[in-house]
C-alpha cells in the first residue's frame, strides 16, 4: 500500500515515473528520428530539466509544463514521423532494461539503424507487484484497502492517459 502514504502522495510520485518512462521514450526517438541528433539533444536536456524543476516544486503545473515541453519538442525536424519509424521493444528484467550501463549501447546501435526502442515501462513493473499483491494478498485488505486500491489505480491511469496525450503531439511519442 506504498507504505501508506495516501492516494494523493502515491500519485504525486508515479507522476515522477510517468515522466521518465516516456522522457525516455522521447530520448530514444530523438536519437533514431532527429534530423540533428546534437541540436535536438540539446532541446530534449533542457526541456527535461523544466520538467524535473517542475516535479520538485510539487508537480502542481506539471500538465502545463508537459504542454510546453510536447511544443519545444514538435519544433525537432525529423527524418520520418514516429507512426512510420521502425519500432523494438526493450523489455526484459527491470533493472537491466533500466540502467543505461547495461542497455544504452544497444539503444544507440538501433538508433544508427532509424530503429526507435521503445523501454517496456517502470510502471508495467509496478503495476505487476501491485496485481501480484492483490492477488497473494486479497484476503487481508478491508474495505478501506481495497477502495484506497481502486482509486489510486483509476487516478493513476487517468493521469498516465492525460500525460501521454499531452507529449504525444509532440511527434515523438507513440
Given at each position: 500500500n506504498?507504505c501508506g502514504?495516501?492516494?494523493?502522495?502515491?500519485i504525486r510520485?508515479m507522476?515522477?515515473?510517468?515522466?521518465?518512462?516516456?522522457m525516455?521514450?522521447?530520448?530514444?526517438?530523438?536519437?533514431a528520428?532527429?534530423?540533428?541528433?546534437e541540436?535536438?539533444?540539446a532541446?530534449?536536456?533542457?526541456?527535461?530539466?523544466?520538467l524535473?524543476?517542475e516535479?520538485?516544486?510539487?508537480?502542481?503545473?506539471?500538465f502545463?509544463?508537459?504542454?510546453?515541453?510536447?511544443r519545444?519538442?514538435?519544433?525537432?525536424?525529423?527524418?520520418?514521423p514516429?507512426?512510420k519509424?521502425k519500432?523494438?521493444?526493450m523489455?526484459?528484467?527491470i533493472?537491466?532494461?533500466?540502467d543505461?550501463?547495461?542497455s544504452?549501447a544497444?539503444?544507440e546501435?538501433l538508433?544508427?539503424?532509424?530503429?526507435?526502442?521503445?523501454?517496456?515501462?517502470?510502471?508495467?513493473?509496478?503495476r505487476f507487484?501491485?496485481?501480484?499483491?492483490?492477488?497473494e494478498e486479497?484476503?487481508?485488505?478491508?474495505?478501506?484497502s481495497?477502495?484506497e486500491?481502486?482509486?489510486?489505480?483509476?487516478l493513476?491511469t487517468?493521469?498516465?492517459k492525460?500525460?501521454?496525450?499531452?507529449l504525444?503531439k509532440?511527434?515523438?511519442?507513440h
Amino acid at each position: 500500500n506504498y507504505c501508506g502514504l495516501g492516494v494523493m502522495a502515491t500519485i504525486r510520485a508515479m507522476r515522477g515515473i510517468f515522466v521518465g518512462d516516456m522522457m525516455d521514450d522521447i530520448k530514444n526517438a530523438i536519437l533514431a528520428l532527429a534530423v540533428d541528433r546534437e541540436s535536438a539533444l540539446a532541446v530534449f536536456e533542457r526541456e527535461f530539466e523544466k520538467l524535473l524543476q517542475e516535479l520538485r516544486r510539487g508537480g502542481k503545473n506539471i500538465f502545463g509544463a508537459l504542454k510546453k515541453a510536447s511544443r519545444e519538442f514538435a519544433k525537432i525536424p525529423l527524418k520520418l514521423p514516429i507512426e512510420k519509424a521502425k519500432k523494438v521493444v526493450m523489455a526484459g528484467e527491470i533493472f537491466v532494461r533500466r540502467d543505461e550501463l547495461s542497455s544504452q549501447a544497444v539503444v544507440e546501435a538501433l538508433a544508427e539503424r532509424e530503429i526507435v526502442v521503445q523501454r517496456a515501462p517502470v510502471m508495467e513493473w509496478i503495476r505487476f507487484i501491485d496485481a501480484r499483491i492483490r492477488y497473494e494478498e486479497k484476503k487481508k485488505f478491508n474495505l478501506k484497502s481495497t477502495l484506497e486500491i481502486l482509486v489510486r489505480r483509476t487516478l493513476t491511469t487517468s493521469v498516465e492517459k492525460r500525460m501521454k496525450k499531452i507529449l504525444a503531439k509532440s511527434g515523438l511519442l507513440h
